[in-house]
């Protein structure tokens, strides 16, 4: 049996600057929200001399704007990129509000239809021993789908 080693290709840099270049908020309207110099939110997304190019002009992104961007701009990449390099996940945690013994019974079953979804692409996706990107972005639906179930589960039976 071979090892599966599953790879994040997109750099810090490359996650910012898709945050900022294809957020549904312009990128006027973000500088603005930061309280930030358009050019300087622009060179943030380019590489700077700290990336081995001297010449470079970009500068870095400050870390405590990283969340007031996710939350401008509704895009977790920057902060998923990482979570990755660091071995971790993070998901949001679902409201269950007020259910019935029933609701959580429907729930637990959606959750075990979520895990079983996971397990078919996982197994359709190692069965040449290769993970394409487009299997890993499927794997990694199925699988934020499966563990916001499961959370949805644990808070749903909270509420009782």
Do not use: C, W
């Amino acid at each position: 049996m071979s090892d599966i080693y599953i790879t994040q290709t997109k750099t810090l840099k490359e996650a910012l600057y898709d945050t900022i270049h294809h957020s549904r908020i312009p990128p006027k309207a973000i500088a603005e929200q930061l309280d930030m110099a358009l050019s300087y939110l622009y060179r943030a997304a380019t590489e700077d001399p700290d990336m081995g190019n001297e010449s470079a002009t970009g500068v870095r992104f400050p870390a405590k704007q990283i969340v007031p961007l996710v939350r401008i701009t509704g895009d977790y990449q920057v902060m998923d990129l990482m979570e990755f390099q660091l071995g971790r996940v993070a998901i949001p945690i679902p409201e269950s509000g007020s259910l019935t013994i029933e609701d959580i019974r429907a729930q637990a079953m959606r959750a075990t239809i979520e895990y079983g979804e996971l397990i078919k692409k996982l197994e359709e996706s190692i069965a040449d021993g290769v993970v394409t990107d487009k299997e890993q972005q499927q794997i990694e639906k199925e699988g934020m789908d499966a563990v916001k179930a499961i959370m949805l589960l644990i808070s749903a039976n909270k509420s009782l």
